[in-house]
């Protein structure tokens, strides 16, 4: 081993990587929190589908989605300029979420919510555009008209879950 300019004692050595994996799990314990706060306490939104695609050969069974609203958000962002950012939503009586604006700080009315994107090339994705389930259960899911979210006030959202037509919840309860 080469001589350093400065000694370092294995103790230090220690102490260094100890405070290393101290941060890293420190800061994916907060992630997993954030989450867990926002499927407990985010408002429930419905994104309309767009035609999905139930299979996947190499990841097993899921389905791709891709969400109706996003049309509206990709004119929008594409005429904005903006790659990245948040949308204002409104929802209607059912929950299903409706295309506002570009948010850019403006107020929020009543009923509306903020919801975030990110532009990548052509594609805008607003939550998850995977939805995974335990093989040999498409069947239960191919009725799926809706993605349902839970977003924080921020913007922040999760797929919770997939509803039919009428805005009943597929899958195992």
Not at 84 to 112: C, H, K, M, W
């Amino acid at each position: 081993m080469p001589d350093l300019p400065f000694p370092i004692s294995l103790r230090a050595r220690v102490v260094v990587v100890l405070a290393g994996l101290l941060v890293v799990l420190g800061t994916v314990n907060k992630q997993i929190l954030e989450k867990e706060e926002l499927l407990r306490h985010g408002a429930v939104v419905l994104l309309q589908l767009a035609p999905v695609d139930p299979r996947s050969l190499l990841q097993g069974d899921y389905m791709a989605l891709r969400y109706a609203l996003a049309v509206d958000v990709t004119a929008a962002a594409s005429a904005a300029q903006v790659d990245d950012g948040r949308v204002v939503i409104e929802l209607d009586e059912l929950g299903v979420a409706t295309f506002v604006a570009i948010y850019s700080n403006q107020p929020l009315g009543q009923g509306q919510h903020l919801l975030r994107f990110r532009k990548r090339g052509e594609t805008v994705r607003l939550a998850s555009d995977a939805y995974f389930f335990e093989e040999g259960q498409g069947f239960a899911y191919s009725g799926a008209r809706y993605g349902e979210l839970r977003v924080a006030a921020n913007g922040d959202a999760v797929l919770t879950g997939l509803r039919d037509e009428s805005v009943q919840r597929l899958g195992p309860r």
